[in-house]
């Protein structure tokens, strides 16, 4: 009797003396904690994109109720989010536009010309590193996909050498943006009328030896916007979406037939990109 | 004091936890992917191996062996482990949260983990006393760590490989964590005490 009394009684004074340990413990070194880290946390997501920069919605929480972050941070959340963040923080938060992610290269492999084959791993930083990669735009879409592995909504494929968002599933997180080693991914406003699909900043008469549809800085559009929305900066057309009324001069006036245009399709206001198909016919 | 020192080295290259007992696979091949989270993961494990090796070394000679209950080693260390864990984890936050937020995840993630249980079982089996012991626990996290470390660098190289399909994923780490083992096995025949 006592070789099993012996043993349960030792390991249930020590489970006790444990347990009474743990629970002093839990009282002397209690950590005060902010409540409202966990509120916000509530408003958020949950996706744990990392398109904040945080290691994740918790920490986000975290960095906003200590103030290290703005209530606007979560692009995912949007608006909505914002608003109710800045509820907790007491803060008055502006309008939050939402963004969606733009692939700025048109350069499909039709229409970018290439220095040699690539045959190694297929990873556009690994390629970048070989001579800039194969293409000879040091701005174009290597196209390999390291923003599709690196997307967390699926969003982006790789169509004819070039990255493509797809809208419907663009959470506008931006972790595309920092992934592509070109950084020819932005984020720009979701329902943006038109876009430059080039990032190019090489004078006009490089861009023409190797891309047909590349910005040449002709200054066509920037002269014939009525509302003066588009700018040149280092050989490179700037739309500023802000003034852009979508009225489709620039992508007529357009000589490389790069400026795209966003239509509304449906109730649901999704932007679909599309390029004008008798434009397509005139480059080829 | 040679004494101590050949436990060292036993601990750390000849019975390397990893690759020569093969304890600890399981974070060894869980968070081995970048060198920094290996490293986190070493540290915390050092961390808690030490001061491990003292508590159950006192737990096992203050009150088990006196009252005849040496079979129950097992289940002891891991409740005295497991809470150890807990109270230091409590402790830290509260006192010392810059210690706290770099341990972060991996120090609940260990309290239960074999490597650690391992180091407590072998300080028994060995007969080695309190000084000992600390030491050997010591030196086996620090094994541990360094094993973790260089097959993250070897898993660095492994995600540019290109591999059959079949063995893309866990089939080729488990071959190349067989073949980083192989290699430590050159250390086997040792003998420090010369």
Known sequence: ?284 | MSEIFMIMFAAILTENFIFAKFYGICPFLGVSDKPSTALGMGMAVTFVMTISSAATWAVYYLILAPLGLEYLKTIAFILVIASLVQFIEMFLRKNIPSLYSALGIYLPLITTNCAVLGSALVNIQEGYNFFESVVFGFSAAIGFTMAIVVFAGVRERLVLADPPKAFRGYPILLIAAAMVAMAFSGFAGMDFTR
């Open chain 1, 1 to 284: 009797m006592k070789a099993i009394l012996l043993p349960v009684l030792i390991f249930l004074v020590l489970g006790a003396a444990m347990g009474a340990l743990l629970a002093v413990a839990s009282r002397v070194f209690a950590v005060k904690k902010d409540e409202r880290a966990e509120e916000i946390l509530a408003c958020l997501p949950g996706a744990n994109c990392g398109g904040c920069g945080f290691t994740g919605c918790a920490a986000f929480a975290k960095a906003v109720s200590d103030g290290e972050a703005s209530p606007t941070g979560c692009s995912v959340g949007g608006a909505e989010a914002a608003e109710k963040i800045g509820a907790i923080m007491g803060v008055e938060v502006g309008g939050m536009v939402k963004m969606r992610a733009q692939v700025m290269c048109s350069g499909t492999s039709e229409f970018a010309r290439k220095k040699y084959i690539y045959e190694g791993v297929p990873d556009c930083v690994a390629a970048s590193k070989i001579g800039g990669s194969d293409k000879l735009c040091p701005n174009g879409c290597i196209g390999l996909g390291t923003c599709v592995a690196a997307c967390p909504a699926d969003a982006i494929k790789v169509e004819m050498g070039v990255a493509a968002v797809d809208y419907t599933k663009c959470i506008g997180c931006g972790v595309c943006t920092n992934a592509c080693p070109r950084g020819i991914i932005q984020l720009v406003p979701f329902d943006a009328k038109h876009w430059v699909g080039c990032k190019s900043e090489d004078s006009g008469k490089k861009v023409r030896q190797y891309c047909d549809v590349g910005c040449i800085a002709c200054k066509l559009c920037a002269k014939n916007c009525p509302e003066k929305a588009i700018s040149i900066e280092n050989h490179l057309a700037v739309i500023d979406y802000s003034k852009c009324t979508g009225c489709d001069v620039c992508v007529s006036k357009c000589p490389r037939k790069i400026i795209w245009s966003g239509e509304q399709q449906g109730k649901l206001g999704l932007v679909i990109a599309r390029i004008p198909e008798d434009a397509l016919k005139e480059v080829e």
